[in-house]
């Protein structure tokens, strides 16, 4: 022997209910018995309702002798100890290939420990926690955006002083400039590829770039979209919740544009960009504004699934080719954001175990919609003429009307 520790022959402890247990590293927790780890899978894939057997505000507690007691308190406890819904049926006990298996068909279902050690650790996954994320989100758009000599601040500042003038005015249609989405998408790719640099260190340069264009194409859909979630809000309000604005950069804001915390949020109808025809054909319009009604309804106003819907985003590119370690890393930030998303919408009083996931799982298809989006958003907007957009039927002449009928 070598000194190695064979971990199939290691005994544990089960974190939930105090078993034998060995280290299988299924469904996101290390320590979990067979037992346990067969209930947790019926449960999530019988999709049902559970309740605790005993009064509120007592607790359940158990041991591997009462561990069948009561359901509920047990598959609270499998969360607790990290067991995600969302590894159910996808994930394949991780084994060590050996030089034949490497070709087999069910050899390649798995995950290799060698890449699983090297990519959990390298890619910095133990800090994926909300507050982690949104402080280093925070600190990297804030040394972007707030430069002196960024794009921001030498271009985008500009037209964010003309929409507050024409906000405070009460325009009925606010304008941009042409160059908007581009200008803006620009800004999004430099953010997003800092951001991802730190949490995955040990990517390709060129597959940094790669995720951060498509996810950057995302955040440009889910931004308008989460806009119209907020819509009652003021508008610093508004921007506050649908972006991962920090406070450094809504202090600037507060100080640039006196009263803005009083105006009342704009709804995106009022934009110059969605006042149809806006896209080259209908069916692009009808597939944006019926994704975000959507968006609206899945996030109803929850200031929470905003912000952590944003940081899904981040790391979930849309159709762009990875290596399979890559894609693997990538899953693991998913799968943390996805528990996030879910334990926050369990402790809801509206939400049981089947309609939070439900709500996870549709958000999580959400995010492809909205790459979509920001692709139709990035590539195919019509910018109309002031002249055009302010005419009506009572200035259109008589020949016009009837030409049209």
């Not at 544990?12 to 067969?38: M, N, P, Q, W």
């Not at 402790?347 to 298809?365: G, P, Q, T």
Request: charged share 25%; hydrophobic share 40%; with cysteine.
């Amino acid at each position: 022997m070598d000194g190695k520790i064979n971990k199939s022959e290691t005994c544990y402890t089960c974190s939930v209910c105090g078993d034998e247990a060995t280290c299988y590293k299924l469904y996101g927790a290390e320590a979990v018995c067979h037992s346990c780890r067969i209930f947790f899978r019926r449960i999530v894939t019988a999709k049902k309702t559970l309740t605790c057997i005993m009064p509120e505000p007592d607790k359940c507690s158990f041991d591997k002798f009462t561990r069948n007691k009561c359901r509920s308190c047990r598959y609270s406890k499998c969360l607790v100890v990290g067991m995600n819904p969302y590894l159910v049926g996808s994930c394949k006990q991780v084994k060590q290939i050996s030089g034949s298996e490497a070709s087999s068909p069910s050899s390649q279902m798995s995950t290799p420990d060698s890449v699983q050690e090297k990519f959990t650790g390298n890619c910095l996954v133990s800090e994926c926690t909300k507050e982690i994320l949104v402080l280093k989100y925070e600190e990297v758009s804030d040394n972007i955006i707030l430069h002196p000599q960024g794009l921001y601040m030498k271009k985008l500042f500009r037209v964010d002083q003309s929409f507050y003038e024409q906000a405070r005015v009460n325009k009925r249609i606010i304008e941009f400039p042409s160059d908007y989405e581009d200008t803006l998408k620009i800004l999004l790719d430099s953010i997003a590829l800092s951001f991802l640099t730190h949490f995955l260190p040990e990517f390709s340069a060129d597959s940094l770039q790669r995720i951060a264009e498509s996810s950057s194409l995302t955040l440009l859909g889910i931004y308008p979209g989460l806009e119209s979630c907020f819509v009652h809000e003021s508008i610093l309000d508004q921007f506050k919740h649908s972006y991962l604005a920090s406070p450094a950069f809504l202090d600037f804001w507060r100080k640039s544009f006196p009263g803005i915390e009083n105006l009342k949020a704009v709804p995106i109808e009022a934009y110059e960009t969605f006042k149809s025809p806006w896209a080259p054909n209908i069916e692009h319009e009808e597939f944006v504004e019926d994704n975000f009604d959507i968006l609206v309804d899945l996030v109803s106003g929850d200031v929470e699934v905003a912000k952590l819907l944003n940081l899904l985003a981040l790391f979930s590119p849309v159709r762009i080719s990875l290596s399979k370690e890559e894609i693997f890393c990538l899953k693991q930030f998913q799968s943390k954001i996805s528990i996030m998303i879910y334990n926050h919408l369990l402790n809801k009083e509206v939400f049981d175990n089947v309609a939070a996931l439900e709500s996870v799982s549709k958000l999580a298809k959400v995010v492809e919609t909205m790459n979509r989006i920001g692709e139709i958003f990035h590539d195919g907007i019509i910018y109309h003429d002031e002249a055009d957009i302010l005419e009506d039927i009572e200035t259109m002449e008589i020949e016009e009307l009837a030409m049209n009928l």
